[in-house]
């Protein structure tokens, strides 16, 4: 008889992490950063730091009522005693907005609604995407602090290696942008003969819909002058490792060869060769995936950004042009376990959200992940992209563009798809007359979306219910769980 083995608890439950998922500790820098700053500010750092007074100002000056306060994760350390300051200073009702519905960086129009707010002071880091104007907004973006001296001496060390370009662009997080005039100035005294231009954070005061629509605005930062005709641009980057901002910039604008990527949070400093052109050939790669669908999934990644509603009826009348099925998806915050859910009815899927929200590698993903440029480029007919530039994670940039007509009238016309070989016409009624073809019976039969789903084995959560059973709906039980009646 063998000795019985004590089992400790600790083998089933553990602070470590499994050796097959690796740490994630780039995203984790930034938060944890804030985290400590937010956690250290006396009493007096905490109104400069949260703009109690501007704000105070502000909610006064409009009257407004019921104000939401949308913190990110790091910050909610602080929301206790945000909300006693503005509720005794502002005489309004406060709520606090945490785990937002998609990403922090976006204005919860949605949650807010919930409360019936009239105000929304956003926190924090901030996409700075174009606002709905459904209910007015305050970008209070906590400044972080910036170690000038050590991003002097790490430029010093690393400036004969890292900067080559005969133009200087300096791009920062949101959350440091109170710091560009010194950072511009140390760049001067260490490149005196070389122009540096900044691409500046947008006027916060006059953030509206009506002025982000102007040609010089990218990603919430105006663009300089002489930036789009450079033939190459040296890009000084301050901000987090894991910053969005940067891979969406450089996408972009491919003119950017190189960067000088400089942390504040853990004062570190690398250089870095921007791979722009290889990024873009994998985006049409994505394009060539959609012209090849039959079903379209279209995830609604944010609503908080100034015309997503006519997205979503452009990206319908566009599929529809095209001869696809599209269904339209909400889902929250987006990751790899819930798109798989649709993995096997859906080819591909379009993702609307704001810029930061991107996903620009989807190779986790079951079924390719694209943005609202892929699909413009892959379903408009007068469009056309060979991955040289001219990529935008902004989707309001198409809004207003004309949908080209299918020559459905030229038998001739169609293109060769690049992934699978096959000739694709421009004819959908074509196309499913050809495929019915070669069916024995030659009939083409009529097709809704709830076709589609009748087919599937799965019926709902009762699984007893078969096809043919009488689902007519009856009186059911009631009472407390004890004792049900007719029980």
Request: charge should be negative.
């Given at each position: 008889?063998?000795?019985?083995?004590?089992?400790?608890?600790?083998?089933?439950?553990?602070?470590?992490?499994?050796?097959?998922?690796?740490?994630?500790?780039?995203?984790?820098?930034?938060?944890?950063?804030?985290?400590?700053?937010?956690?250290?500010?006396?009493?007096?750092?905490?109104?400069?730091?949260?703009?109690?007074?501007?704000?105070?100002?502000?909610?006064?000056?409009?009257?407004?009522?019921?104000?939401?306060?949308?913190?990110?994760?790091?910050?909610?350390?602080?929301c206790v005693k945000i909300t006693r300051l503005l509720e005794a200073e502002a005489k309004c009702k406060t709520f606090v907005l945490a785990d937002t519905s998609y990403r922090?960086?976006?204005?919860?129009?949605?949650?807010?609604?919930?409360?019936?707010?009239?105000?929304?002071?956003?926190?924090?880091?901030?996409?700075?995407?174009?606002?709905?104007?459904?209910?007015?907004?305050?970008?209070?973006?906590?400044?972080?602090?910036?170690?000038?001296?050590?991003?002097?001496?790490?430029?010093?060390?690393?400036?004969?290696?890292?900067?080559?370009?005969?133009?200087?662009?300096?791009?920062?997080?949101?959350?440091?942008?109170?710091?560009?005039?010194?950072?511009?100035?140390?760049?001067?005294?260490?490149?005196?003969?070389?122009?540096?231009?900044?691409?500046?954070?947008?006027?916060?005061?006059?953030?509206?819909?009506?002025?982000?629509?102007?040609?010089?605005?990218?990603?919430?930062?105006?663009?300089?002058?002489?930036?789009?005709?450079?033939?190459?641009?040296?890009?000084?980057?301050?901000?987090?490792?894991?910053?969005?901002?940067?891979?969406?910039?450089?996408?972009?604008?491919?003119?950017?060869?190189?960067?000088?990527?400089?942390?504040?949070?853990?004062?570190?400093?690398?250089?870095?060769?921007?791979?722009?052109?290889?990024?873009?050939?994998?985006?049409?790669?994505?394009?060539?995936?959609?012209?090849?669908?039959?079903?379209?999934?279209?995830?609604?990644?944010?609503?908080?950004?100034?015309?997503?509603?006519?997205?979503?009826?452009?990206?319908?009348?566009?599929?529809?042009?095209?001869?696809?099925?599209?269904?339209?998806?909400?889902?929250?915050?987006?990751?790899?376990?819930?798109?798989?859910?649709?993995?096997?009815?859906?080819?591909?899927?379009?993702?609307?959200?704001?810029?930061?929200?991107?996903?620009?590698?989807?190779?986790?993903?079951?079924?390719?992940?694209?943005?609202?440029?892929?699909?413009?480029?892959?379903?408009?007919?007068?469009?056309?992209?060979?991955?040289?530039?001219?990529?935008?994670?902004?989707?309001?940039?198409?809004?207003?563009?004309?949908?080209?007509?299918?020559?459905?009238?030229?038998?001739?016309?169609?293109?060769?798809?690049?992934?699978?070989?096959?000739?694709?016409?421009?004819?959908?009624?074509?196309?499913?007359?050809?495929?019915?073809?070669?069916?024995?019976?030659?009939?083409?039969?009529?097709?809704?979306?709830?076709?589609?789903?009748?087919?599937?084995?799965?019926?709902?959560?009762?699984?007893?219910?078969?096809?043919?059973?009488?689902?007519?709906?009856?009186?059911?039980?009631?009472?407390?769980?004890?004792?049900?009646?007719?029980?």
């Amino acid at each position: 008889m063998t000795e019985a083995t004590n089992i400790s608890s600790n083998q089933f439950s553990t602070n470590a992490t499994p050796v097959d998922q690796a740490e994630n500790t780039d995203a984790s820098t930034s938060s944890s950063y804030l985290n400590r700053v937010a956690k250290s500010l006396s009493d007096e750092d905490v109104r400069k730091f949260f703009e109690i007074d501007s704000t105070v100002a502000w909610i006064l000056k409009n009257n407004f009522q019921r104000v939401a306060l949308q913190f990110p994760d790091p910050l909610l350390y602080s929301c206790v005693k945000i909300t006693r300051l503005l509720e005794a200073e502002a005489k309004c009702k406060t709520f606090v907005l945490a785990d937002t519905s998609y990403r922090s960086c976006c204005v919860d129009e949605v949650a807010a609604a919930h409360s019936s707010c009239d105000a929304i002071v956003h926190y924090g880091d901030a996409c700075l995407s174009t606002p709905t104007n459904n209910v007015p907004v305050k970008y209070v973006l906590c400044h972080l602090p910036i170690d000038s001296a050590e991003f002097e001496t790490k430029l010093e060390q690393n400036l004969g290696k890292t900067i080559d370009s005969d133009f200087i662009l300096l791009l920062v997080d949101s959350i440091y942008s109170h710091a560009t005039k010194e950072l511009i100035r140390i760049l001067s005294k260490l490149l005196p003969d070389k122009p540096i231009e900044c691409a500046e954070v947008v006027d916060l005061d006059d953030f509206s819909a009506t002025s982000q629509t102007k040609e010089d605005v990218y990603l919430g930062r105006r663009l300089p002058a002489d930036f789009k005709t450079s033939s190459e641009v040296g890009v000084v980057f301050v901000g987090a490792i894991e910053s969005p901002f940067l891979p969406l910039w450089l996408m972009s604008y491919p003119q950017c060869s190189s960067v000088v990527h400089f942390d504040p949070s853990t004062n570190e400093i690398r250089h870095e060769v921007a791979k722009s052109t290889r990024q873009l050939r994998k985006r049409l790669f994505l394009v060539e995936k959609l012209k090849d669908a039959n079903t379209v999934g279209l995830i609604i990644g944010s609503m908080g950004v100034h015309g997503h509603r006519e997205a979503v009826q452009r990206m319908r009348n566009l599929c529809k042009a095209a001869g696809k099925k599209i269904y339209v998806i909400s889902v929250g915050k987006v990751n790899v376990a819930k798109l798989s859910n649709f993995a096997s009815d859906i080819d591909v899927f379009v993702l609307i959200s704001c810029p930061f929200g991107v996903i620009l590698d989807s190779s986790e993903f079951y079924k390719p992940v694209l943005s609202f440029f892929e699909a413009e480029m892959a379903l408009n007919p007068s469009k056309a992209w060979a991955a040289h530039g001219d990529w935008t994670a902004d989707f309001g940039a198409f809004l207003a563009d004309e949908i080209g007509a299918t020559k459905i009238d030229d038998d001739d016309h169609g293109d060769v798809s690049l992934i699978s070989g096959r000739v694709r016409t421009a004819n959908p009624a074509k196309n499913v007359a050809e495929a019915s073809s070669s069916d024995a019976n030659g009939a083409v039969s009529l097709y809704t979306a709830g076709d589609y789903f009748a087919q599937r084995s799965w019926k709902g959560l009762d699984d007893t219910i078969r096809v043919g059973d009488d689902t007519t709906v009856r009186q059911g039980r009631s009472g407390i769980a004890q004792s049900y009646q007719g029980k």
